[in-house]
């Protein structure tokens, strides 16, 4: 790809010069992708982040030459970080090469299944195969090792899709659709494959008579409402949807959603709504190269009419509104980016991928990044087997103010990393550019960016994170697609929190992911301040992680929290376990699904101690912290007071007169309460 872009490319380039002395124009998002064509988006919103699926089709390629399917995420719509081939073909045994066409992914249970389009090497037509994963990107594997329907030349295009019942449904089909229901191992079906009666009222007439559908169902259900989206209408495609109020018709033509435009005679939808916004994914031929066989994935914001109808969708350059700015004084992985031109990624020995094959004058633009206060300086991880280059660091077009420029040294190997760093003069928000500079050939590789200054949250020594959503999310997201948004209405210390609305579940928050400064087996000390506004509301803050197949979720602390009082959950020198990958730490309710803040979230390292006792809630006596009062909180309360509380919510308990210190007195108060001699401790008394 990267050949054919800079060609071409560098041709614009050369005849923009030719006519006229203008700046070089600010690109935006759409294609998201530049790095390769990508085709047959794929949209799903998991643990607050929009991952998009998509084909690959070949460099230069005559026809539909797709060797693999690749996954894009972002949180913010306009910054896409690439996480490459999730799912190649050759997964896959009994199927041929590069036919990997149309998939979809959708999660069940904590489990991935991609649901793809083959053609299998024993012939007979084109087969639906099904893969699993317990991540949304992968790895991947052949869930079933021969197909899940077909091999028949009309079955291309998997959409699939789990009703509120739980029946999942697997439509698919070219020129018809056709569906079939899935059983809840989502790797077989009840029921034989049905041919979709394609009446006219249901799916609309072309001007020779014939239906409109075409092929690429996506399929979905909004309130009450069961919609078929498809590429309809013959070549050049468009798309149009027909909707139905149950999950197997009666269907109703509803029209077209997007006119055919952009280079590409298919087109190939996707919709999915994400953190309140509705967004329509599809394909065009509209980067440099592009056409039928060379597309590029883009997206669009869209807004329901009132009726539930779609409105009409135009292709546009710009992609969606940013939905929050980056945060640069975190480690940002480089090949998450909003355009770049020239470079290519590839899988870093750190993990993830890095931006490759740079030469003079390529660029990657980060949209939006807030630099505060102000930054002053930016550090990398850079690697280069030859003699390195510069990388100049400009705000707000590629050929913008420069504010600082790093030196990259060869390191002997294009993964041997070295941090580098200068010293750069910047504040507020700008689109950022990485303008990379030096002789001719491959200059380096570069894996990690970030900056620090005076914008920066200052942490105290052996603090990892401090998030206080004074001035962004950093890195704190929906889990399982809720709303969180920073808001003045409440907060813990300073001005700002993280409200957390929109939930249907105990189980969505607010959620991270722990970023390599933590690592399996160490330990570490986590906090986090929530309060429920409304309801008295017992938080978990807990980690989640995989290990081998499983997911896994672990309590780190626990705590009611009285409505409208702020706790602190807190996990001193908490221990993540051996061999645990893809760490987040989240928090979530017991139960419920009211509306939440959550604060001064924090991760630090072993032996810090982040207790705040002010604000940790502790019922007077129940040492154990069972939500009773008993015995055992006695013999509790007598072992941490000749030996320390394991706990400082265990010793809060223990302190039943509430003077802030557990003495003997303490114990007494808790041997009349079981007695009952008293029937409250003195703080509740008062
Ligand atoms: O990408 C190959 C085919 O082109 C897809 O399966 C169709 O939906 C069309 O986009």
């Given at each position: 790809m990267k050949k054919t872009l800079r060609s071409a490319a560098a041709l614009m380039a050369a005849a923009a010069l030719a006519l006229s002395s203008a700046p070089a124009a600010a690109r935006a998002?759409?294609?998201?992708?530049?790095?390769s064509y990508t085709s047959d988006p794929a949209p799903l919103v998991y643990d607050g982040v929009f991952y998009m699926y998509t084909g690959h089709d070949a460099d230069g390629?005559?026809?539909?030459v797709m060797p693999d399917w690749k996954c894009f995420s972002s949180t913010d719509m306009q910054n896409w970080t690439d996480h490459g081939t999730?799912?190649?073909?050759?997964?896959?045994?009994?199927a041929g090469e590069n036919s990997a066409w149309a998939a979809q992914c959708i999660e069940r249970d904590g489990k991935f299944y991609m649901y793809v389009t083959v053609v299998p090497k024993n012939g007979g037509g084109r087969a639906i195969g099904v893969a699993v994963a317990d991540s949304p990107i992968g790895p991947f594997k052949?869930?079933?090792?021969?197909?899940?329907?077909?091999?028949?030349?009309?079955?291309?295009d998997p959409t699939v899709f789990i009703d509120n019942d739980g029946q999942a449904y697997l439509y698919f089909g070219n020129p018809n659709p056709y569906y079939v229901k899935l059983n809840k191992d989502m790797i077989s079906y009840s029921g034989s494959v049905t041919k979709v009666d394609m009446t006219p009222e249901g799916f609309g007439s072309k001007a020779?008579?014939?239906?409109m559908y075409v092929e690429g169902p996506w399929f979905y259900r909004r309130g009450d409402l069961y919609y078929l989206l498809y590429a309809a209408n013959g070549i050049p495609e468009n798309i149009a949807y027909s909707t139905a109020p149950?999950?197997?018709?009666p269907w109703t033509y509803r029209g077209v959603i997007m006119p055919s435009e952009g280079r590409s005679f298919t087109n190939h939808c996707g919709i999915v709504d994400y953190e309140g916004h509705s967004y329509f994914a599809y394909h065009n031929?509209?980067?440099?190269?592009?056409?039928g066989f060379q597309r590029s994935v883009c997206v669009e914001e869209f807004t329901y009419n009132a009726d539930g109808t779609i409105p009409t969708i135009k292709m546009s350059k710009?992609?969606?509104?940013?939905l929050r700015p980056l945060d640069p004084f975190q480690k940002t992985?480089?090949?998450?980016?909003?355009w770049e031109e020239g470079i290519e990624t590839e899988s870093c020995s750190e993990g993830g991928l890095n931006i490759a094959n740079i030469e003079n004058g390529d660029y990657i633009k980060i949209k939006g990044v807030d630099f505060g206060d102000g930054a002053d300086t930016f550090t990398a991880s850079v690697a280069s087997a030859t003699s390195g280059g510069k990388i100049e660091l400009r705000i707000?077009?590629?050929?913008?103010?420069?504010i600082g420029t790093c030196d990259v040294p060869g390191t002997?190997?294009?993964?041997?990393w070295q941090e580098v760093s200068t010293q750069v003069e910047v504040s507020g928000q700008h689109d950022l550019y990485m303008k990379f500079t030096g002789e001719s050939g491959f200059l380096f590789n570069v894996d990690w960016w970030k900056f620090s200054g005076?914008?920066?949250?200052?942490?105290?020594?052996?603090?990892?994170f401090h998030s206080?959503?004074?001035?962004?999310?950093?890195s704190w997201s929906g889990r399982g697609g809720v709303s969180v948004e920073r808001s003045?209405?409440?907060?813990?210390?300073?001005e700002k929190s993280a409200f957390v609305s929109?939930?249907?579940?105990?189980?969505q928050g607010v959620i991270r992911k722990l970023s390599k400064d933590f690592q399996p087996g160490e330990s570490y000390s986590f906090s986090a301040m929530a309060m429920s506004p409304e309801e008295d509301t017992k938080f978990h803050l807990t980690l989640q992680y995989t290990l081998g197949e499983d997911v896994i979720y672990k309590k780190i602390d626990s705590s009611l929290a009285p409505a409208g009082q702020w706790v602190q959950l807190c996990g001193n020198d908490f221990q993540l376990p051996e061999d645990a990958q893809d760490m987040y730490v989240y928090v979530e309710t017991d139960e419920g699904d009211e509306d939440f803040y959550a604060d001064e979230l924090i991760g630090a390292v072993?032996?810090?101690?982040?207790?705040?006792p002010e604000l940790i809630y502790a019922l007077p006596g129940d040492v154990d912290q069972n939500g009773r009062i008993s015995v055992f909180d006695l013999i509790c309360a007598k072992e941490g007071y000749t030996?320390?509380?394991?706990?400082p919510r265990r010793s809060k308990s223990a302190d039943t007169d509430g003077n802030g210190e557990v003495v003997l007195n303490d114990l007494v108060l808790l041997q009349r309460y079981l007695l009952g001699s008293?029937?409250?401790?003195p703080d509740s008394m008062n």
């Open positions: 998002d759409n294609p998201l992708v530049q790095t390629a005559k026809d539909y999730i799912l190649p073909e050759s997964t896959f045994a009994w052949d869930a079933l090792g021969k197909p899940l329907c077909g091999p028949d030349w009309a079955f291309i020779d008579g014939s239906r149950g999950p197997t018709g031929g509209d980067l440099p190269g592009g056409n710009s992609g969606p509104a940013q992985e480089a090949e998450c980016f909003c707000d077009k590629a050929d913008g103010e420069l002997d190997g294009w993964q041997s005076a914008g920066a949250p200052v942490l105290e020594e052996g603090v990892l206080t959503f004074e001035r962004s999310l950093d003045a209405d409440a907060f813990a210390k300073g929109g939930r249907t579940g105990a189980w072993s032996g810090t101690d982040l207790a705040e030996e320390g509380f394991s706990s008293i029937s409250a401790f």
